[in-house]
């Protein structure tokens, strides 16, 4: 799994806590208009505690954003319910001072009508759809959502 440095600008720290993205490859060669080839790319967040006390987060509810050279959204489709699943008590983890935890979310880029799509679901079972993307650069930025504060 990848990270930046702060230069990459792809960390933020708020209140002690630093949240920082992670992605699995930098590039990717994506083969041309293959319908059914998958190329898998993993997204997520580490979350490392710096403060001085533990703090309880959820590793549930987290998801990407592909933004465009023009730092456009990229359009998405969803959430397509399939299933609905709930926080287990594994899902809460407590950050003792320096301590780090990841979530992390598995998508796979695919053709399908002539056009290129990244599909990934949420550990809640909603799937989500990121789709008309064309050959060149893209930004990541990944959203972490505490729902069930403890």
Same mark, same amino acid.
């Not at 992670?22 to 490392?48: A, F, V, W």
């Given at each position: 799994?990848? #990270? ?8 933020? @720290? ?10 699995? @490859?930098? =590039? ?28 309880? +987060? ?18 998405? +489709?969803?959430?397509?319910? %399939? ?18 935890? #990841? ?8 053709? @399908? ?8 679901? @949420? ?6 759809? +990121?789709?008309? +993307? %064309?050959?060149? =650069? ?13």
């Amino acid at each position: 799994m990848t #990270s930046f440095g702060p230069d990459n600008n792809n960390n933020l @720290e708020l209140n002690g806590i630093k949240f920082q993205t992670l992605i699995s @490859e930098c =590039e990717l060669q994506i083969p041309l208009k293959q319908p059914g080839k998958k190329t898998k790319l993993q997204l997520g967040i580490e979350i490392t505690n710096n403060t001085e006390i533990p703090h309880c +987060f959820l590793l549930f509810f987290g998801r990407p954003k592909f933004l465009q050279a023009n730092k456009q959204n990229l359009p998405r +489709f969803g959430p397509n319910v %399939n299933g609905s699943y709930n926080p287990q008590k594994s899902d809460f983890k407590i950050l003792a001072p320096g301590e780090s935890a #990841s979530l992390l979310v598995e998508g796979y880029f695919c053709w @399908e009508d002539n056009k290129l799509k990244y599909v990934f679901r @949420e550990p809640g079972g909603q799937n989500w759809i +990121f789709y008309d +993307f %064309n050959h060149g =650069e893209y930004w990541v930025q990944f959203t972490y959502e505490n729902q069930h504060p403890a």
